[in-house]
């Protein structure tokens, strides 16, 4: 069975980082696509950013050249460092696992498209 467990969130300051770890109970990378999502209080989920074993990686506009998604393959990891964050990046975060067909510029940021998903970890930015 597939679980995912989020950690790293936390409470920091506008300009602040955080790094967002999500730990997989099995090798995933080879055959899914693997997606950050957040969901604010009162908003719909959306999505951050999403990779693929082909090294093909998505980010939403709002966190381009702040946000960098990586894996790291040995530990079964996936991993959300984050920079420069915002008050409007207050929100739960979640790690997800879709089919490879969810990443394409197109699909990625759809929650429907994943099968699995994490617990959340809470980003709070304060100003």
């Known amino acids: 069975q597939v679980h995912l467990v989020e950690s790293g969130g936390g409470s920091v300051q506008a300009g602040g980082s955080l790094r967002l770890s999500c730990a997989l109970s099995?090798?995933?990378?080879?055959?899914?696509?693997m997606g950050w999502f957040r969901q604010a209080p009162g908003k719909e989920r959306e999505g951050v950013a999403a990779t693929y074993t082909s090294g093909s990686k998505y980010y939403a506009d709002s966190v381009k050249g702040r946000f960098t998604i990586s894996q790291d393959n040995v530990k079964n990891t996936l991993y959300l460092q984050m920079n420069s964050l915002q008050p409007n990046d207050t929100a739960m975060y979640y790690c997800a696992a879709g089919p490879p067909g969810t990443c394409y510029s197109w699909s990625w940021y759809y929650p429907n498209n994943y099968n699995y998903w994490g617990q959340g970890t809470q980003v709070t930015v304060s100003s």
């Open positions: 099995q090798y995933m990378y080879s055959s899914h696509c």
